[in-house]
Nanobody, 115 residues
Framework: QVQLVESGGGLVQPGGSLRLSCAASGSIFSINVMGWYRQAPGKQRELVATISNFGGTNYGDSVKGRFTVSRDNAKNTVYLQMNSLKPEDTAVYYC?????????WGQGTQVTVSS
């Protein structure tokens, strides 16, 4: 069994910052890609950012230059630093990890950007 525990969501004003964390535990031998996706009400889930085990990153167009993804392989943890937040960033953010032959999702954490 693999578990993903997310933390760091909440309410923030436009222009503010938040940092999300996601720690993976369980029967994990090697994590290939770790990342974040988000889903706003009435919209499809979309890519926010991913990072490979070699450190290669990929970002959704709407967050480039504002969000930074990073990982700590020793802790099986992925982070998402979100700066210059906008109301349109409001969504449930889901952690995702890809291992050989499978992939896992976190339960989601709400991020609300509002004044």
């Amino acid at each position: 069994q693999v578990q993903l525990v997310e933390s760091g969501g909440g309410l923030v004003q436009p222009g503010g910052s938040l940092r999300l964390s996601c720690a993976a535990s369980g029967s994990i031998f090697s994590i290939n890609v770790m990342g974040w996706y988000r889903q706003a009400p009435g919209k499809q889930r979309e890519l926010v950012a991913t990072i490979s085990n070699f450190g290669g990153t990929n970002y959704g167009d709407s967050v480039k230059g504002r969000f930074t993804v990073s990982r700590d392989n020793a802790k099986n943890t992925v982070y998402l630093q979100m700066n210059s937040l906008k109301p349109e960033d409001t969504a449930v953010y889901y952690c995702n990890i890809m291992v050989v032959g499978d992939n896992y999702w976190g339960q989601g954490t709400q991020v609300t950007v509002s004044s």
